[in-house]
């Protein structure tokens, strides 16, 4: 019974002091002026922040769970004529327990409910926050001789607002939810919540090794991490801000799709395909607005790449750098140009749009061991890429390519009314199947070649850039062969049987020793300026025009029939006519009817003005069945009125 009622008395006791702690609490929730809470509490924030709260709404007293004070239409930071640095729907001070019971007002924490956090960077860097760093170094300065102050601060739904003097537009981010610490008993700093921005939600967390090192301009440790579904950096390092911000460490940057963190991040598309998964590692360094990378290890659609690169920091979109590429595949980026349309037969003739790429500068030197294109493989290649004002100019310094190499450049560049292209390219030695089937889909001309292209065009799809290009263009080639035609076996044939009919000899292949060509390009149209090709068995000479934007020839040449055995020479008349990658090769039927026997008796008779009978002999002649053997065959004799004309 002593023990139990030992228990009774402490239990009443302790019940005694809680009650006598709640009596004092509501005591003073009356005694205590709502001035003299309003006065403290100013006098706090502004000893820790460095701002000027003003307080324009009411005021109410909570005592539980923790006793607050909560303040109504608060800002902080006014300056004469400007926004606020912080306006808060409501202002919650949660106070100290045991001073309070002592009749002092100290603050552990705040919230801000709702509050509208304003950032301006005027156009020299400097922020409307910049002042505020020097009283909050002095409140986190260690001093036995000041109170204890709050050293947490939590933001609940705000909204931050950042104003750039050197742009035109603000930057938002909604929904801020952020907690932001610096322990009395450590050095450290630390942030960390989400936010909303540009409809993706934001984690993100901050720390500093060394808070009062970096609120006075001296090195601290660094770590920031912000992640979100199209793009995660993180940066482990150290920065100071003395003159101006310096930060050194490594940084790592991944995304699922580099495409999609572009459209988030300036909101537009890219042109072009490809830029898939990226990933990026580097030693990083931020001096002077630019960020400097060493040390890079970059992949990119499957392509990895090593070499050092600089960014600008300063609301330039601006990269320049060094990569090399083991194995470069640029399919990925081709494969969203389309130059032909869904049937293949025509160009394309939807617009072509370089959104995105106007205020964007590049200056990139690239080197790779080998490059895919589509079907297409090169060897050891260098390139210069630069961009700038919406133009991006390609320079191939030299490229291992089609068995050969080229060099030159290509440009492509915005207009008002569409896009502007400029090739000035030259392949030597290649292979002319591989390179003019990869280029412009032909495929009738094999052999080693050199073939030089200098054309500029615009418009606004690709259909009306080929109604503009203009230039010139020139081939040499040896030791080939022009596939889907027999010339020497065609020749041959209309040699013995000139009118032996139309048979069909687009098969085969031409065999040639040397091959000249000559282009001149004149809005979308080509002139055949000169075309030589001599070879062991015919030689061809060719001229006439071609039409880029509805891709057909109509050629006129002549083929001759080199003979071995004889001096003389069966020259042809021809004509080309057709689509680039079928076309179909006439002969021309006015000469081949003056070379025939057969047609000797009609001419003769047109002369005599009595053709019918020989016009009959002709025709009989010209369908009947050559002889299968050298074996006789009965015959029914052929009509006197019907005399026999030898071919």
Not at 120 to 143: E, I, K, M
Not at 517 to 534: A, N, P
Not at 592 to 606: F, G, K
Not at 628 to 642: G, L
Request: hydrophobic share 45%.
């Amino acid at each position: 019974m002593t023990a139990a009622n030992g228990l009774k008395r402490l239990a009443i006791a302790v019940a005694g002091v809680v009650a006598a702690g709640f009596a004092t609490l509501v005591g003073l929730s009356f005694f205590i002026p709502a001035t003299a809470v309003r006065d403290a509490v100013k006098k706090e924030i502004h000893g820790v922040t460095g701002l000027d709260p003003i307080l324009r709404g009411g005021i109410s007293v909570a005592l539980f769970p923790h006793p607050s004070v909560t303040f109504r239409n608060v800002s902080l930071g006014e300056t004469g004529g400007g926004q606020p640095a912080v306006a808060a729907k409501e202002l919650t001070a949660r106070l100290r327990y045991f001073p309070l019971l002592a009749g002092r007002i100290e603050i552990a924490d705040l919230r801000l409910v709702r509050p509208t956090i304003n950032v301006t960077f005027s156009s020299g860097g400097h922020s409307n926050w910049s002042g505020f760093t020097a009283s909050l170094a002095r409140a986190v300065t260690p001093d036995p001789r000041r109170a204890a102050s709050f050293s947490e601060i939590g933001i609940r739904d705000g909204t931050v607002i950042v104003h750039d003097a050197t742009k035109p537009f603000s930057e938002r981010l909604s929904d801020v939810d952020f907690q932001v610490a610096w322990p009395s008993i450590s050095r450290s700093f630390a942030a960390s919540g989400h936010f909303t921005w540009h409809d993706q939600q934001v984690d993100a967390s901050l720390t500093l090794s060394d808070f009062l090192a970096a609120l006075s301009g001296a090195v601290s440790g660094v770590k920031l991490r912000v992640a979100s579904a199209p793009l995660d950096v993180a940066f482990d390092g150290t920065a100071k801000d003395r003159q101006a911000l310096e930060v050194e460490g490594t940084m790592n940057v991944d995304s699922p799709s580099l495409r999609d963190a572009l459209r988030w991040t300036n909101n537009r598309d890219v042109p072009f395909g490809g830029f898939g998964p990226f990933a990026l590692s580097a030693r990083s360094s931020l001096r002077d607005g630019l960020i400097s990378l060493t040390d890079v290890n970059v992949d990119l659609d499957g392509n990895s790449a090593v070499g050092v690169l600089t960014l600008a920091a300063d609301g330039r979109r601006a990269v320049q750098g060094t990569l090399a590429v083991g194995s470069l595949n640029l399919t990925p980026y081709v494969a969203g140009i389309r130059l032909l349309a869904a049937d293949e037969r025509t160009w394309d003739r939807l617009p072509i749009a370089l959104d995105g790429l106007a205020d964007f500068n590049l200056d990139l030197r690239l080197s790779a061991a080998s490059v895919k294109i589509a079907n297409a493989r090169l060897g050891r290649t260098a390139v210069a890429m630069n961009m700038s004002g919406g133009k991006l100019d390609v320079t191939i310094g030299e490229s291992q390519a089609f068995g050969g190499t080229a060099k030159g450049s290509f440009g492509l560049g915005s207009i008002h009314d569409g896009v502007e292209v400029a090739s000035h390219v030259q392949f030597d030695d290649v292979d002319l199947a591989n390179c003019l089937g990869q280029i412009f889909g032909l495929r009738k001309l094999q052999g080693q070649g050199t073939l030089a292209l200098d054309v500029t065009g615009s418009g606004d799809s690709v259909w009306a850039l080929t109604h503009t290009l203009t230039g010139t263009a020139s081939l040499t080639a040896h030791d080939g062969a022009l596939t889907g035609i027999n010339v020497e076996q065609l020749l041959r044939r209309l040699d013995k049987r000139p009118l032996s009919g139309n048979g069909d000899f687009r098969t085969g292949r031409t065999p040639f020793d040397k091959m000249a060509l000559s282009l001149k390009i004149d809005q979308g149209m080509v002139s055949v300026q000169d075309l030589h090709i001599t070879g062991p068995g015919v030689k061809l000479t060719l001229a006439g025009q071609a039409s880029v934007p509805t891709r057909d020839l109509d050629l006129q040449g002549t083929a001759t029939l080199v003979s071995s055995a004889s001096a003389d020479e069966f020259d042809l008349p021809f004509v080309v006519q057709g689509p680039w990658d079928n076309p179909i090769m006439l002969p021309d039927a006015s000469s081949l009817i003056r070379r025939s026997a057969a047609a000797a008796p009609l001419l003769e008779a047109v002369k005599r003005h009595s053709a019918g009978e020989a016009v009959r002999s002709v025709i009989d002649q010209l369908f009947a069945a050559p002889p299968a053997s050298s074996t006789p065959v009965a015959t029914t004799p052929a009509p006197p009125s019907k005399p026999a004309v030898s071919r």
